[in-house]
Nanobody, 123 residues
Framework: QGQLVESGGGLVQAGGSLMLSCAAS????????MGWIRQAPGKEREFVAG????????LYADSVKGRCTISRDNDKSTLYLQMNSLKPEDTAVYYC????????????????WGQGTQVTVSS
């Protein structure tokens, strides 16, 4: 069975950094576009960043542009999100998501999801 497992979340102070990882199994990782989507309490899901199958092109939400870097290692079947200069409004559960055909900014269009990892940024 294929699955996506996020890790790397935690509690950090504003201005700090975190590296999130998403390990994929049970599928051909390089055949899927990948993304990071977050959801804060009481809020709708918000696209954060995405990358195409090769990782050569990336897309970021305006709210994180310049502070986050999405990358992937297809040999390790792992997706990453480096987050710097974190703000309290970045607090959310972060999910990695995959789709064989969609690589855009609509978080609702990704077919496969991990269980999420909590990121909490204190002021």
């Amino acid at each position: 069975q294929g699955q996506l497992v996020e890790s790397g979340g935690g509690l950090v102070q504003a201005g700090g950094s975190l590296m999130l990882s998403c390990a994929a199994s049970g599928r051909s990782f390089s055949s899927y576009a990948m993304g990071w989507i977050r959801q804060a309490p009481g809020k709708e899901r918000e696209f954060v960043a995405g990358t195409i199958k090769s990782g050569s092109s990336t897309l970021y939400a305006d709210s994180v542009k310049g502070r986050c870097t999405i990358s992937r290692d297809n040999d390790k079947s792992t997706l990453y999100l480096q987050m710097n200069s974190l703000k309290p409004e970045d607090t959310a559960v972060y999910y990695c998501a995959a789709d064989r055909y969609y690589s855009g900014s609509d978080g609702n269009r990704y077919d496969y999801w991990g269980q999420g990892t909590q990121v909490t940024v204190s002021s």
